[in-house]
Nanobody
Framework: QVQLVESGGGLVQAGGSLRLSCAASGSTFGSFVLGWFRQAPGKEREFVAALRWSGRTTYYADSVKGRFTISGDNAKSTVNLQMNSLKPEDTAVYFC????????????????????WGQGTQVTVSS
């Protein structure tokens, strides 16, 4: 069983930055795909970014491309999401997710492509 715990959320002004971290326990990442999703009030959960641990390839939603960067830290078994140039529309609860096998990117942009989820961390961007 893999446990994921997010941290780093908070309140920031538009144009500012935040760094989210997701710490994993119960397994090493190996061939995992790690993803970040977000869910705003009244909206469905949406894909933000994903990292294929082996090879460190990444994939981003168009809405965050060029502003957000996903990365992995072997020593700490964490996956991070650096968020720059934040906008009010980035306000949401951000969730970390993990999948042991890691399939094609189309699958990994969907919530049902992941086996494990964190509890979420709130990000609020004020205008």
């Amino acid at each position: 069983q893999v446990q994921l715990v997010e941290s780093g959320g908070g309140l920031v002004q538009a144009g500012g930055s935040l760094r989210l971290s997701c710490a994993a326990s119960g397994s090493t990442f190996g061939s995992f795909v790690l993803g970040w999703f977000r869910q705003a009030p009244g909206k469905e959960r949406e894909f933000v970014a994903a990292l294929r641990w082996s090879g460190r390839t990444t994939y981003y939603a168009d809405s965050v491309k060029g502003r957000f960067t996903i990365s992995g830290d072997n020593a700490k078994s964490t996956v991070n999401l650096q968020m720059n140039s934040l906008k009010p529309e980035d306000t949401a609860v951000y969730f970390c997710a993990a999948d042991r096998i890691g399939r094609d990117w189309a699958t990994m942009t969907r919530s049902n492509g992941y086996d494990y989820w964190g509890q979420g961390t709130q990000v609020t961007v004020s205008s």
